[in-house]
């Protein structure tokens, strides 16, 4: 996330369920990017994810 100068930066914490969106996002690290998430609240993330935020696409931003 886009931090400002003297601000802390934020966390966005997600999961991946695909194999390909999570391969895409580590070859676009480094650069500007929008994620697209769906959220399942009350969804056990013991069994499907480590949080309730889910990317499911990802797209590199023009600098």
């Known amino acids: ?4 100068p003297g ?3 934020e966390k966005f914490f997600f ?7 999570a ?3 580590n070859h676009s ?3 500007r990017v929008a ?3 769906q959220q399942h609240k009350g969804v ?5 994810g480590e949080t309730e935020y889910f990317v499911v ?3 590199v931003l023009p600098q």
């Open 23 to 25: 391969e895409h996002i």
């Open 29 to 31: 690290l480094g650069q």
């Open 1 to 4: 996330m886009v931090s400002m």
């Open 35 to 37: 994620l697209t998430y």
């Open 7 to 9: 601000t802390n930066p």
């Open 44 to 48: 056990p993330t013991t069994c499907f």
């Open 57 to 59: 696409a990802v797209k």
């Open 15 to 21: 999961s991946v369920r695909d194999d390909n969106v």
